[in-house]
């Protein structure tokens, strides 16, 4: 069960007393947080599944679908935002949660919380609840305020559990390398051949030690990084997708829109027109 505490088309925050809200695939074109006060169970999303308990705090980005297994009974909140409420990439300065919490293609998207940490993000939400029910002056701008500090200091919590938030504990130096070379060469270099080459190691010895590591496929870790520039230049620019195609090292731009709809399970028009910056919003 679910009790909304507000609901329009930018901003919706919930809290929950079950798991019927997770229980089949959900995707919104939003950005989704949930945070589990009480509870424990399996989260899946991307094909990859991860295991939680206790205070935990869940990160996801617009269209990326998910689902809860819940062991036992959850408890806590769900908050969807639209980029026409708060932009992640056009307020990175400010926020720095973009590549942290969210579109960060190497990392877990669950966090979790001690006591103290879950505390203080609770009250955060608890703060923005207690807004949305007293409606005054600048209701808008309090509630950006709000969230803006709480994605600070999930980021920060983030960021002092897994430092750098970029190198994962024991991580094989090929892992770092291959995280690098795909920095550096996404937008022309597509294939899994290309960098196993770069890295002098064959690409079926490459690919298992990605599996291992990352639990992806090694096209899929190429495919995603691509992805996530691709709806970062949709939502942003006016740019033709045509253009972006280009620049991404795409000459063909329905090889491109098949690509990403493969990849984002939608097109990329469509992507644009309901998460692009300036276009009406609806939560699924």
């Not at 930018?10 to 809200?21: A, G, T, V």
Request: glycine content about 6%.
């Amino acid at each position: 069960m679910s009790i909304p505490i507000v609901d329009n088309n930018i901003f919706r925050l919930l809290s929950f007393r079950d798991e019927s809200n997770f229980s089949g695939f959900q995707r919104t074109n939003c950005y989704t947080i949930i945070f589990v006060l009480n509870g424990n169970g399996i989260f899946k999303a991307e094909g990859l599944a991860y295991s939680f308990e206790g205070k935990t705090l869940i990160c996801l980005s617009p269209y990326q679908p998910y689902m809860i297994n819940a062991s036992v009974t959850l408890q806590g909140y769900v908050l969807h935002f639209h980029s026409d409420f708060l932009c992640v990439y056009k307020h990175h300065n400010e926020v720095a949660c973009n590549g942290v919490l969210f579109d960060n293609i190497y990392r877990s998207p669950i966090l979790s919380l001690t006591e103290a940490e879950g505390e203080k993000l609770h009250q955060m939400l608890q703060q923005m609840e207690a807004e949305v029910h007293d409606i005054g002056l600048a209701q808008y701008e309090l509630l950006v305020s709000y969230l803006k500090i709480f994605l600070i200091h999930a980021t920060r919590i983030k960021v002092l559990e897994q430092p750098g938030a970029h190198i994962i504990k024991d991580e094989p130096l090929i892992v770092k390398n291959l995280k690098d070379a795909i920095e550096h060469y996404f937008r022309k270099e597509h294939s899994a051949s290309y960098y196993s080459g770069l890295l002098n190691i064959s690409t079926k010895a490459l690919a298992k030690i990605i599996k291992s590591h990352l639990g992806k496929p090694l096209n899929h870790l190429i495919s995603e990084r691509i992805v996530v520039e691709a709806k970062r230049e949709l939502y942003l620019t006016s740019k033709p997708v045509k253009e972006i195609a280009y620049d991404l090292g795409f000459n063909d731009e329905y090889y491109f829109s098949r690509f990403f709809k493969k990849n984002a399970a939608i097109s990329p028009q469509t992507y644009r027109d309901t998460v692009g910056s300036g276009k009406l919003a609806t939560i699924n």
